[in-house]
């Protein structure tokens, strides 16, 4: 459950921290890029985090669909952009796939006959 937190903060910073790119160059230029950084940096390292439990193409995935649907509805409530109704069919099928991500049952741990390696092994 951790790690799924993780990948939830992860989006969350991610999307804050474009939405900062976006408001700063009008408000606070170099506030606003600081705190785009810090976000930035705290949503890859969240996402690292994340990865560690959750297959990464899984993670990805939901990293960048969520926050790409959280950019879609912030871009047009606090900056009046324009949604058209596709890219509304669009996003409700980023958000469908990202639920079939989730509920999808488990890959197996590693590809029948290849081999493994672990952290032990690769220190």
Same mark, same amino acid.
């Given at each position: 459950?951790?790690?799924?937190?993780? +990948?939830? #903060?992860?989006?969350v910073?991610?999307?804050?921290?474009?939405?900062?790119?976006?408001?700063?160059?009008?408000h %606070?230029? #170099?506030?606003?890029?600081? #705190?785009?950084?810090?976000? @930035?940096?705290?949503?890859?390292?969240? +996402?690292? @985090?994340?990865?560690?439990r959750?297959?990464?193409g899984?993670?990805?995935a @939901?990293?960048?669909?969520?926050?790409l #649907?959280?950019?879609?509805?912030?871009?047009?409530a606090?900056?009046d952009?324009?949604?058209?109704?596709?890219?509304? @069919?669009?996003?409700?099928?980023i958000?469908?796939?990202?639920?079939? +991500?989730?509920? %999808?049952?488990a890959?197996?741990?590693?590809?029948?006959?290849?081999?493994?390696v672990t %952290?032990?092994?690769?220190?």
């Amino acid at each position: 459950m951790f790690h799924w937190l993780m +990948l939830f #903060v992860a989006i969350v910073a991610e999307v804050l921290g474009t939405t900062a790119l976006r408001w700063s160059p009008d408000h %606070a230029p #170099v506030v606003g890029h600081v #705190v785009v950084a810090v976000l @930035i940096v705290t949503s890859y390292t969240c +996402l690292s @985090i994340a990865m560690r439990r959750v297959a990464m193409g899984v993670a990805y995935a @939901i990293w960048e669909g969520v926050g790409l #649907v959280l950019l879609a509805g912030l871009s047009w409530a606090l900056f009046d952009e324009a949604v058209t109704p596709g890219q509304a @069919i669009a996003f409700a099928t980023i958000l469908a796939g990202v639920w079939l +991500l989730k509920t %999808a049952p488990a890959a197996p741990a590693s590809h029948a006959g290849a081999p493994t390696v672990t %952290a032990a092994a690769a220190a």
